[in-house]
Structure formats: C-alpha cells, structure tokens
C-alpha cells in the first residue's frame, strides 16, 4: 500500500479540530433532556360537589422535564391554579393543599426514551406509565395510560388516555375538604377527583 505523503497529515489534524467541536455538539444535542413547553401544555382535574355540580379547574404553574436517562419529572406549582373563583382559590391554598407547607406537587417516572427516539414523525403509540405522585407531604403510586406522539423531531406531546384518579385519603386531603366544605356551606365535596393533562417536551 502507498504511504501517506506526509503533507497530508497537518491537514488530516486541522480537519479532525475542525469537526471534533461539531460532533461533540451534535452528540450532546442528540442526548439532551427534553424540556416541558409550559405554555402548550395543561394539567386540570373535575370537582362535584352536593352529588350534582361538576367544575372544571386547571393548574397555571407547570414545569417539567425528561432526561437523556428517561428520568422524567412534572411538578405543580400549589399556589398556581384557576378555580375561576378567586376566593374558592385561596381557600384551597390555604385549607386544602396548605400550600406554604407543602408548594409542589410532583409526579416522577421512568420512559423508555430511547424506544420513544425511535419513533417517525407524526407517530403515536400508547404506553403505561406507572410513578409516583407526591402531593400535600404524602406519597402513591399511580400509573397513567398515555398518548405518546411525537410532533416534530425535537418534540412530543403527552397526553392522557383517560383521567387519573386521585383520592383526597391518599394524600391526608380529607380533613382540608371537609373544612371547604364546612366553610362554603355543601352538603357534600367528592373526595376524590379525575385529572387529565396534555404536555408537550422540547429540546
């Protein structure tokens, strides 16, 4: 085989200087950590009260992320949601979620990220997602069943199939329901209430 001249080698090095910084860059773009698009994404729950009256609220303060690991968190901002009553929301700041003690609600779980990075364009596929929610100091076990789609090269949308249910027991809520309750006058607040949400994550 014939030699390499040796005047090809100072440019084979510049070469490698040059596109090292931009593999690198590439390489750590491609393992990025998705990052939560607050403004496109939602989290709302339905409360009944006196068997009969069904309201639909939402939370204003999301955050989020998914890691290059598939370690993902969203926390709730407990001060950040619209009842579309503004004394109904401070009450439940104050009696309900006691939201100086306890200002985030977080739900952590594991995706299988790297089979989800293989999916097209425009792609959807439903998964199970089995975590935990910590909410008012206590913590459960709660698995969604999602929609997973991913919208665009650098981004997903997540949403739920069908709402979750969450238990007031489950998260020592009772006794702060039953002061709502007590205070607004109701004969009755269901203890336990669906939540759906629809996320979209960036990178």
């Known amino acids: 085989m014939r030699a390499r001249s040796p005047r090809w080698v100072p440019a084979m090095n510049l070469a490698r200087t040059l596109l090292a910084p931009g593999l690198l860059a590439l390489s750590a773009y ?3 950590d998705w990052e ?3 403004d496109a994404s939602s ?3 339905v409360s009944v009260k006196n068997a ?3 309201e639909s609220h939402y939370f204003t303060g999301l955050t989020g992320r998914v890691s290059k690991a598939g370690n993902a968190t969203l926390a709730l901002n407990m001060t950040a949601f619209e009842t579309l009553i503004p004394i109904r ?3 439940m700041v ?3 979620f006691e939201s100086a003690r306890f200002p985030l609600a977080t739900f952590t779980v594991d995706v299988p990220i790297a089979e989800l990075l293989k999916m097209k ?4 596929a439903q998964r199970d997602l089995s975590g935990t929610l910590a909410l008012h100091g206590a913590t459960a076990d709660l698995t969604a069943t999602v929609i997973v789609t991913r919208v665009g090269r650098n981004a997903f949308a997540v949403a739920s199939q069908r709402p979750v249910i969450v238990s007031a027991a489950q998260f020592n809520l009772a006794g702060g329901l039953e002061t709502l309750r007590e205070i607004a006058g109701l004969v009755s607040i269901a203890p336990s ?3 759906s949400f629809s996320l979209v994550f960036r990178r």
Do not use: K, Y
């Not at 364009?121 to 959807?124: D, F, L, M």
């Open 30 to 32: 491609g393992f990025a």
């Open 36 to 38: 939560l698009d607050s």
């Open 43 to 45: 989290v709302s729950f």
């Open 52 to 54: 009969a009256v069904a």
């Open 89 to 91: 929301n401070e009450r």
């Open 94 to 96: 104050e009696h309900l």
């Open 121 to 124: 364009r425009g792609a959807s």
């Open 193 to 195: 209430v669906p939540v």
